[in-house]
């Protein structure tokens, strides 16, 4: 079987670990001649693409993961740069795997992306999104039921399994803060996040790690590090973005657990029954704790935030290590059994 997958291939390291989830579960369950990527984020799916590429050159396309349903200014509302007309003309099967909702609290679907989606679903094989309440989201504005699966980048892990043949469950806390879009993200609260995090970071017995997915973050960790009293290393973004991806990976694995902010930064680690605790800034950060069973973790940026809470929440996490573990662990394994039955369901449809 030859795959075309269309993923967003910029900027953000995230989206690299779930392009490798996703390709982990095609390899696993069909017969994969190979996988080719294009960029879902700057390919226009035209005509000429449509009926020249897709059509003749491939026999499934695969769309997703991703927090692609965004953007009011992209043509369609979302990512997928296909005019709504062409999208019948796609004669292979296609299937829209694990995709979320990333518009912020509050803010509707336009009309054309209501408009498009439907279409999308309409012609897919197989459309799906993430567990992190997207289903709750959209389903009332698209006015149809959703299929949601597991986040691809829950299945990364399967490729790198030399990342942690050792493991010091003591050694490291990763810090993982998002700065891109940062006045929605905490609007005028930056110096309060300093402030908290750099007194969590200076009370911490553990060796810190500050954890860029994209560029913009860095320059906040900078200021965060210039209140320390402590030494913390910011990982060398440079140095391995994009094409380095292995690197990011194992520093999660060896992490005791983590504090994220971003929707990839709480997948990782729990994919690899490390425990979160999660600075909500966005409803998908709340909506997969929830979905998690670990809504207990959970700070908002913006209502809540503190270092103390921060801190409350971390010896709790210490004190019930193993048995958070334990809980992340069987998570992990009805995400795997709930893969076959639908990989199976998905596999009937295409034949």
Known sequence: MKILHAWCMNYNIGDYFLAIGVKNLLRKYFPVDYIADTNLQ?????????NEVINKKYDLLVIGGGGIIHGYHWPNGWFWLCEKELIKTIQIPFIV????????????????????LQETIKYATSFS????????????????????????GF??????????????????????????????????AESNLVDSIADVVNNLPE???FLPHVY?????????????????????????????????????????????????SQIIPFAHNIPVICLSNHPKHSGLMNK??????????????????????????????????????????NFE????VFFEELKNKLR
């Not at 149809?144 to 691809?152: G, H, N, R, S």
């Open 42 to 50: 700057g390919q226009y799916f035209n005509e000429y693409y449509i």
């Open 97 to 116: 795997y694990g995709i979320g909702d990333n518009y912020w609290e509050n803010e509707a679907l336009l009309p054309k992306t209501v408009s498009h």
């Open 129 to 152: 999104v993430r567990n992190d309440g997207s289903k709750e989201r959209l389903e009332p504005q698209l006015g149809m039921d959703i299929c949601e699966v597991p986040d691809p």
């Open 155 to 188: 299945f990364v892990w399967q490729n790198y399994q030399s990342c942690y043949e050792y493991r010091d469950y003591s050694s490291k806390v990763i810090v993982q803060l998002a700065n891109d879009k940062a006045f929605v993200r905490f609007g005028d």
């Open 207 to 209: 060796e810190v790690i």
């Open 216 to 264: 913009d973050d860095i320059s906040l960790y900078s200021k965060i590090v210039k209140k320390l009293n402590r030494k913390v290393e910011i990982f060398n973004f440079g140095g391995n973005a994009f094409d380095n991806i292995r690197a990011f990976l194992c520093q999660y694995a060896q992490a005791k657990y983590v504090i994220s902010m971003r929707g990839h």
């Open 292 to 333: 998690m069973e670990m809504s207990d973790f959970v700070v908002d940026v913006n209502n809540e935030l503190s270092s103390k809470l921060i801190l409350d929440k971390i010896r709790y996490t210490v004190n019930n290590y193993d048995t958070i573990i334990s809980r992340l662990k069987q998570q992990n394994r």
């Open 337 to 340: 059994n709930y893969m076959d």
